[in-house]
């Protein structure tokens, strides 16, 4: 079965203490992995789309990483604007529907 | 990206009765999906809904429950039919975007009392 598990639940990180977060996915054909960023209150914001294992891309302060089963958001030096909720989804080959993980609650404390 | 102007941005409702969301997009996208996300869940598709087609409805969800409409390339909405407690949810309507992505609604927070 398909499948998106998120880790931790959740995160509390002291202000520049870098961290990863981590999404293993079972999916028996990837069209993308995405990550996004979802403030109380808000809408998903759009971070990342990897396609293929190898994949990096960077934006400010994240990373995101892809493997053929897993995908990491690395935090590098993170501040109190980055607390929020990391989610992860994926779309299968063939359809462009995003199957979402539970995320992880970040909290970056000064 | 697409912006996507979604109201209302939340609502308390009698159990028994329907609400209608509307979502409305600044460019024309062929392709929209309504999500819910349920207190402490993860996103879950309930339709997709092309413009000049019926919706395709994710196991789970029925038409009857959950009838969307879709007039028109820029605009969508989804009603939340004969609504019990277990409807309380956020409710999300969404469009791909550039590079790759999707863009989302800011919500519709939905308390069903």
């Known amino acids: 079965e398909d499948q998106v598990t998120q880790s931790p639940e959740a995160l509390r990180l002291q202000e520049g203490e870098s961290s990863s977060l981590n999404c293993s996915y079972t999916v028996s054909g990837l069209r993308g992995l995405f990550w996004y960023r979802q403030d109380p209150g808000k809408g998903p914001e759009f971070l990342f789309t990897?396609?293929?294992a190898g994949e990096e891309k960077e934006k400010e302060r994240l990373k995101a990483t892809l493997t053929k089963k897993e995908s990491f958001l690395h935090i590098t030096a993170p501040k109190p604007e980055d607390s929020a909720t990391y989610l992860c989804a994926y779309s299968g080959a063939g359809s462009y529907q995003l199957t979402f993980g539970k995320g992880t609650k970040l909290s970056v404390i000064p | 990206s697409a912006v996507i102007s979604q109201k209302p941005s939340r609502d308390i409702c009698q159990r028994g009765t329907s609400l209608t969301i509307q979502c409305q997009v600044d460019?024309?996208?062929?392709?929209m999906f309504w999500y819910r996300q349920q207190p402490g869940q993860s996103l879950t598709l309930i339709a997709t809904?092309?413009?000049?087609?019926?919706?395709?409805?994710e196991s789970g969800f029925v038409i009857d429950k959950f009838p969307i409409s879709r007039p028109n390339l820029t605009f969508s909405t989804l009603t939340v039919s004969n609504m019990s407690p277990e409807d309380s949810s956020i409710y999300l309507c969404?469009?791909?975007?550039?590079?790759?992505?999707?863009?989302f609604g800011s919500g519709t927070r939905l308390t069903v009392v």
């Open positions: 990897l396609y293929s």
């Open positions: 969404s469009v791909p975007g550039q590079g790759g992505g999707y863009t």
């Open positions: 460019s024309q996208v062929t392709m």
């Open positions: 809904a092309n413009q000049g087609s019926e919706a395709t409805y």
